[in-house]
């Protein structure tokens, strides 16, 4: 059972730093994509940054320049630096990761971490 652990979140004044981490555990199967997403109150879940497996990486355009996603392979774990952080960043913020096994897709999805920026 793939399960993903996910810390770093917490309450941070605007214009201050955060990381986010979240660890896979529970596969020896290759990982795929991994990304982060949030949800705002009232609002859809969005992609916020991910990270392919050779290390390509895209971000929302409202995180650019503030955000910087990366991973370690080895330990099956992907990370979100956020800085210059807004309170418009205000969300629960997910793990997802893709996980390739006899060429099926499955994605995992963590179970959130609030990140709250207050002005």
């Known amino acids: 059972q793939v399960q993903l652990v996910e810390s770093g979140g917490g309450l941070v004044q605007a214009g201050g730093s955060l990381r986010l981490s979240c660890a896979a555990s529970?596969?020896?199967?290759?990982?795929?994509?991994m990304g982060w997403y949030r949800q705002a109150p009232g609002k859809q879940r969005e992609l916020v940054a991910a990270?392919?497996?050779?290390?390509?990486?895209n971000y929302a355009d409202s995180v650019k320049g503030r955000f910087t996603i990366s991973r370690d392979n080895a330990k099956k774990t992907v990370y979100l630096q956020m800085n210059s952080l807004k309170c418009e960043d205000t969300a629960v913020y997910y793990c997802?990761?893709?996980?390739?096994?006899?060429?099926?897709?499955?994605?995992?999805w963590g179970k959130g971490t609030q990140v709250t920026v207050s002005s």
């Open positions: 997802n990761v893709g996980i390739g096994v006899f060429g099926l897709h499955y994605e995992y």
């Open positions: 529970g596969t020896t199967f290759s990982i795929n994509a």
């Open positions: 990270i392919s497996s050779g290390g390509s990486t």
